[in-house]
């Protein structure tokens, strides 16, 4: 959600800001602004609602002054319209020397508010961030210790937070605090930085640091000192990032989410690489940490939300089919509040592309506090859900700039699948021979997706005749079902037209009413080679609804001639096992929902009102 940038060095700091917050605006954001000490010592801000242009465009008519030290940020708004007073940064005190931003929500502001209020605080925002930045700038007027007191205000806040702090006392200083919401350390040669992720600050570093739980940071240019709410130093391992500034950039393409599909097949096979021998034999040495209890597990819970909760349902058919244990498949933000029965037998699989969900990440501290293992499935390098859970798989996809997930949601059902016959390969609840087979099966998956991607015309000639479609159907049985929620949920997000998935074999009990003269059905069609498919049964499906007037769309496995007679087109896709079949079917439908959005007209990076990462709840 918010995009969080600080930094002091050496460098045009407003030239830092800006260019960190370019590269965060994938995380959705409604306003802009920058807070920056100038030489003479003077704090200078400006923010602007809407696109980050237009603040850049505010800043070039008006130069803020040269400056060594600064805070930026992007907001989604919670609290407040999206106006510029609504806009981070904001000012404390009675003199507005002290500006902060903030990333989340402080759930005791209200209370908060009230007694600023009482003393006299005046308020030029509708937010819950400004009662923090008057609070700050309160106690520092008491103590004249800036860091001891934005320690005893952090720890007043309850909710969700990550908060940066600068004032014109301490012009080399940048206080930041977390709890909840994202914050990693940039660490650079006579400067450093803070960020949201680490795309903040990747063009100028790659060592980097992940702020745990309730920790505060004191950055200056020469130094990096973290410590707990309570005062005490902590130390935490540097790490590197594996990805450069270029990799967040188009490279070409028309769009983020364009470039993202296209994409795939590296992304699968990233994930796949060195994880999969060449005979097809699955090895997970990230899972040693839980090695022990993997041969004692009777139950696997996944908790995820939206996206990667549909690449979760499709995983739950192969683990159980594999690794025989019972999988169920639970939204983050129901999980914890219905008391799910746990034991130390329990794995809980988080699956999250940014590691940073905040629903996601209170289920698994849930879990753990009942007893249960959690191994996260994410695709950013330090990410709370990695550093928090048992072990991690991470999805190699590289970083994910357009809102709507595309080749996230692939490396996340490739990395599900592996999961499944390692778990299946320990469990011996399989034929080596059988697994191994699969196995191969996997390391052709590229290839296949970069062939889906070579005939992708028709597709987009699809989705512009469908561009005034006031409602798309989706139809799908065994791993097709997930595949229709996603294929609708890609179409909700990116063109706001009314879509739903429905399982097949639901159509006689409801949905077949909202059949009417020319309605869209977009059907996935089981593989007709498979002795065990439900072909016949999705064929019969395709004839009931054409019946009904429907203009059907089927997504069918290459030489399946039986399908071609009843639907209008035909979307092929390469034969492959029944299980890994939804990578590729999805992958006409993100093409589908992306080439509609775009006919009308729409941003298809930045959908309205939705953010990449929900770091609040």
Known sequence: MCGIVGYVGPKSTVDVLLGGLKRLEYRGYDSAGVSVINHQ??????????????????????????????????????????????AHPHLGGEHQKLSLIHNGIIENFSELKTELLLQGAVFASETDSEAAAHLVAAQYAKTGDLTESFRTVVRRLHGAFTILVVHEDEPGLVLAARRNAPLVIGLGDGENFLGSDVAAFVEHTKRAIAVGQDEIVILKAGSVEIENFNGEKVTHE??????????????????????????????????????????????????????????????????????????SEVGKYAI?????????????????????????????????????????????????????SVLSICNTQGATLA?????????????????????????????????????????????????????????????????VLTTTDSTRALAKKFKDARTVLFLGRHVGFPIALEGALKLKELAYIHSEGFAAGELKHGPIALIEEGQPVIVIVPSPSDPDSLHAKVVSNIQEVKARGAQVIAIAEQGDAEVSKYAAEVIYVPAIHKMLAPILNVIPLQIFAMELAAAKGLDVDQPRNLAKSVTVE
């Open 320 to 372: 159980e089919a594999w690794a025989k244990i019972p999988v169920s498949v639970e939204l983050s933000h129901e999980f914890r509040y219905r008391q799910p029965i746990l034991t130390p037998n329990t794995l809980v699989v988080a699956v999250s592309q940014s590691g940073e969900t905040m629903d996601t990440l209170m289920a698994t501290r849930y879990a753990k506090e009942a007893g249960a």
């Open 387 to 451: 550093r928090e859970a048992d072990a991690v798989l991470y999805t190699h996809a590289g970083p994910e700039v357009a809102v709507a997930s595309t080749k996230a949601f692939t490396a996340q059902i490739t990395a599900i699948f592996l999961l499944g016959l390692h778990l299946a390969t320990v469990r011996g609840t399989q034929p080596k021979e059988d697994l191994q087979v699969i196995g191969k099966e996997l390391l052709k998956l590229p290839g296949d997706i970069a062939d």
């Open 238 to 311: 540097e790490f590197t990032v594996d990805w450069d500034a270029s990799a967040a950039s188009k490279g070409g393409w028309s769009s983020f989410m364009a470039k993202e599909i296209a994409d795939q097949p590296q992304s699968v096979g990233d994930t796949l690489m060195a994880r999969v021998s060449s005979d097809g034999y699955v090895n997970l040495e990230e899972l040693a940490s839980i090695s022990k209890l993997i041969p004692n597990i009777d139950r696997i819970i996944m908790v995820a939300c939206g996206t990667a909760a549909y690449a």
């Open 41 to 86: 010592g003077q704090l200078e801000t400006r923010k602007k609602a809407g696109k980050l242009t237009k603040l850049v465009e505010d800043i070039e008519k008006a130069p803020l002054g040269e400056s060594n030290i600064g805070i930026g940020h992007t907001r989604w708004a919670t609290h407040g319209a999206p106006t510029d007073g609504n």
